[in-house]
């Protein structure tokens, strides 16, 4: 059985890990938006999809793990 101590540990470290990627996921995005939209604004929404996923999903896949560990001793504290 699951202590609440232990519960309540695991979903805390869950909302700081939530809270990390959001820091970083949200500015990205807004940039994004802000400088490439005027660029894609005529082309079709998938390719304007396209465009952001393959900018942002290789950035956060740099991004992201550099933040969680620099802020490691936050989320698990």
């Given at each position: 059985?699951?202590c609440l101590?232990?519960?309540?540990?695991?979903?805390?470290?869950?909302?700081?890990t939530f809270?990390?990627?959001?820091?970083?996921?949200?500015?990205?995005?807004?940039?994004?938006?802000?400088?490439?939209?005027?660029?894609?604004?005529?082309?079709?929404?998938?390719?304007?999809?396209?465009?952001?996923?393959?900018?942002?999903?290789?950035?956060?896949?740099?991004?992201?793990?550099?933040?969680?560990?620099?802020f490691w001793?936050?989320?698990?504290?």
């Open positions: 059985m699951v101590q232990d519960a309540w540990y695991t979903q805390t470290k869950k909302m700081k809270a990390s990627k959001l820091a970083f996921v949200y500015p990205v995005i807004n940039v994004l938006f802000a400088l490439l939209f005027p660029l894609v604004q005529n082309l079709a929404q998938i390719v304007k999809t396209l465009v952001f996923t393959v900018i942002l999903v290789p950035l956060m896949g740099i991004c992201i793990p550099l933040l969680h560990k620099k001793n936050w989320i698990i504290k």
